[in-house]
Nanobody
Framework: QVQLQESGGGLVQVGASLTLSCVAS????????MGWFRQAPGKEREFLAN????????TYADSVKDRFTISRNRATNTLSLQMNFLKPEDTAVYYC????????????WGQGTQVTVSP
């Protein structure tokens, strides 16, 4: 069973930077995909970015591709999301997720961490 734990959220001002972390149980950063999502109040969950655990190849949503950077650290079993130039519309609960190799959907999710960007 994969367990994911996010941290690093908080209250920041417009234009600030923030780095989210997601620590995973077990050695899972050698296959499959890890991703970051967010959900704002009253809105559907939104895909932000993912990374191939073996290849390191990244994919980003258009809304964040010039501001956010996803990365993984195999030594510490940690997934990160560096967020720059934050905007009020980035306010949401941010989740990391795991998609097993050969699967088309994400099976494992963290509990989320709140990011609030004040004007």
């Amino acid at each position: 069973q994969v367990q994911l734990q996010e941290s690093g959220g908080g209250l920041v001002q417009v234009g600030a930077s923030l780095t989210l972390s997601c620590v995973a149980s077990g050695q899972i950063f050698y296959n499959g995909y890890m991703g970051w999502f967010r959900q704002a109040p009253g809105k559907e969950r939104e895909f932000l970015a993912n990374i191939g655990c073996a290849s390191g190849r990244t994919t980003y949503a258009d809304s964040v591709k010039d501001r956010f950077t996803i990365s993984r650290n195999r030594a510490t079993n940690t997934l990160s999301l560096q967020m720059n130039f934050l905007k009020p519309e980035d306010t949401a609960v941010y989740y990391c997720a795991r998609r097993q190799a050969g699967e088309t959907s994400y099976q494992y999710w963290g509990q989320g961490t709140q990011v609030t960007v004040s004007p």
